[in-house]
């Protein structure tokens, strides 16, 4: 897609720092890091977000999932992580391709949401 950041990223019109690759999918550190490891996965082709998925998207849905800890590992996060998919308006995604957020380090994350 001509205007995606992300895809820019996919066709090396904007820099990143690649983690992983393969045929499908793209991993590289969020510009604003959370954590001591956060990394983004994505899928190479545009994909808007969750909402947006189709059944031909479920391998690469699976790649990004079952090459998380594999990723983790390597950035830097060997004892577990977190995964977040921000998902639309509620989900406030700001980057409109689908990610996932992979947030580690040596030390436990955090809460994951304020209690209602
Ligand atoms: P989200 O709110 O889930 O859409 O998260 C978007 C994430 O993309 C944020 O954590 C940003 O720091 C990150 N981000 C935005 N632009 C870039 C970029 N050019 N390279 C790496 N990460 C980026
Ligand atoms: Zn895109």
């Known amino acids: 897609m001509n205007d995606c950041i992300f895809c820019k990223i996919v066709a090396g019109k904007i820099p990143s720092t690649k983690v992983y690759e393969d045929e499908d999918i793209l991993a590289f550190n ?3 890091p959370a954590r001591p ?3 983004l996965v994505i899928p190479k082709k545009h994909i808007t977000s969750l ?3 189709t059944r031909e998207d479920t391998l690469v849905l699976g790649k990004i999932l079952a090459k998380a800890n594999e990723i ?3 950035q830097g996060s060997p004892d577990g992580f977190r995964v977040i998919i921000n998902t639309g308006r509620v989900g406030q995604q700001e980057v409109p391709h689908l990610h996932a957020h992979i947030v580690g380090g040596p030390d436990p994350v955090g809460p994951m949401l304020k209690r209602i």
């Open 37 to 39: 490891v956060h990394v």
């Open 30 to 32: 969020d510009i604003n």
């Open 51 to 53: 909402a947006s998925v």
């Open 72 to 74: 983790a590992i390597a």
